[in-house]
């Protein structure tokens, strides 16, 4: 057999159909028609954080349930926009739409669609020097947050005595609140003692604020803590040692010559 005849017998290798196209089924994956353990297994064997994002999408569609009367017969893009500002797109009515609007955008149907996809990036990377300061200002309140959250952690597990003893020990130490104290003594009871760190991240991201996800959350908070940094609109956030020492350093006042 020729070079050229054994090419033609091998199959050739394609490139995957592009994201929309349609495709033939693929086989061992679900369809709607399987049940849901089904469904989940198959989530859990791809690594797909399926929790996560069931719980994003409950707490999206119960915020658009909020405000919204009749959510099932309309639901305008901007008011979703409003509503959810930064999470939009964990809401599976938001992405519906935008979907929409890109096929209508690529096919060149509707002369809003790019105009509201437009809208909707603006949304996402924030429109206007307001809305990018106050996301600014919300990312150095988490890290913030994550530094008290493993400072009360690093006072927790030094301390000894009682409950009560412990607990007004890490108040004192730590200047936090008595809440803070509390959660950090039962992190160091329980099975998880000595990942402080990742726990801080994760109750401050429980506690609504908004910290990028990575493959750890050490990661996580370099990440924040590269945001913080090199945000333009957090100049008088972040007082250097030279600012500092003017702001709290005495300064000698001179006096006029009739009060000596």
Known sequence: MSSLALLRAQPIAILPLRDGDPSSPVPFAPSEASSPPEILRCAESLGIPWKRILLGEIEAEQRLRRYLADIESECALPSALTILSFSLLRSWR?????????CQARGGSVRGAMR????????????????????AQHFWFAHQRVLLLQRVCRAAEKSRGTTAERLALVCSRARCSYEDA??????????RRGHRFEAAVRKARDEGFLIPRAETEARSLADLRRIVRASPFLVDWRPSRARSREVFAPRRVRLPVDAV
């Open 94 to 102: 938001v992405r519906d739409r935008i979907e929409s609007l890109a």
């Open 116 to 135: 509201q996809l437009r809208i909707v990036f603006q949304r996402l990377t924030g429109k206007g020097d307001r809305d990018q300061a106050a996301i």
């Open 182 to 191: 509390s959660w950090a003594i039962c992190q160091e009871v329980s099975a």
